[in-house]
């Protein structure tokens, strides 16, 4: 089992639309959570931390549930710019600060 | 991108050469890390640097895979005796003060 699953998708939706992504991590002692964003053939670029009382930042909302070892993002209004990779990320409980990657969630978002 | 530099940006060599990758944090960072991305897969941590020291290898895949960095700041990652196995994507990335920033990465093709 992986340590962070993502539905690969793809998710193809109007623009528009609202769509949610969803992580699951195995590792309890996990201390640090995030979303990448990844255009084709591009490096990966942070989007968003992700906290256990939520965050906001425009039209994105991302979730963390420690409970439950599940991390969610929210995209409201999409647009065709948004159309990309979305990494689930979580920073191990080692003290090397190394990330550990879901697969990636593809996101096209069409007129 | 944002301040790390990798070369080259693709290499293509025959089975069972050996290839060197390098990263340049750009502004020098203590802490600097490899990952790799393979065809459809996440990205997998392959080694962290503190400094010129790696206290974190566990990642790399085969005894046939080392790394070094110099003055804390270039690093250099050798594959020795390629494999077809080793095609991927090379990326770099170091710390910054809320999140890793990755360089455009190397893409490896091993014929």
């Known amino acids: 089992r992986k340590e962070v699953e993502q539905d690969p998708g793809p998710f193809n939706v109007p623009e528009g639309a609202t769509v949610a992504f969803n992580c699951t991590y195995s590792?309890?002692?996990?201390?640090?959570f995030f979303w990448y964003r990844q255009d084709c053939r591009k490096e990966p670029k942070l989007l968003m931390s992700?906290?256990?009382s939520g965050n906001e930042d425009g039209r994105f909302t991302a979730q963390l549930n420690r409970a439950s070892q599940y991390i969610s993002l929210l995209i409201r209004d999409s647009k065709l710019s948004d159309s990309a990779t979305y990494l689930c990320?979580?920073?191990?409980?080692?003290?090397?600060?190394?990330?550990?990657f879901g697969q990636g969630t593809t996101l096209q978002v069409k007129p | 991108g944002a301040g790390v530099s990798q070369s080259p940006s693709n290499k293509v060599t025959e089975k069972g050469k050996d290839v060197e990758l390098r990263c340049d944090p750009i502004?020098?960072?203590?802490?600097l890390y490899w990952y790799r991305q393979s065809l459809g897969q996440g990205l997998e941590f392959l080694i962290y640097?503190?400094?010129?020291?790696?206290?974190?290898k566990s990642g790399l895949p085969s005894d046939r895979f080392s790394a070094e960095r110099t003055g804390g700041s270039v690093s250099t990652l050798t594959i020795q005796r390629t494999q077809q196995e080793d095609s991927a994507v090379y990326l770099c990335?170091?710390?910054?003060?809320?999140?890793?920033?990755f360089g455009p990465g190397t893409r490896l093709t091993v014929l």
């Open positions: 590792n309890s002692a996990s201390q640090s």
């Open positions: 990335a170091k710390e910054g003060q809320h999140e890793q920033f």
């Open positions: 640097f503190q400094g010129n020291s790696a206290p974190d």
């Open positions: 992700v906290y256990s």
């Open positions: 502004s020098g960072h203590t802490a």
């Open positions: 990320v979580v920073k191990g409980s080692s003290n090397t600060g190394k990330l550990i």
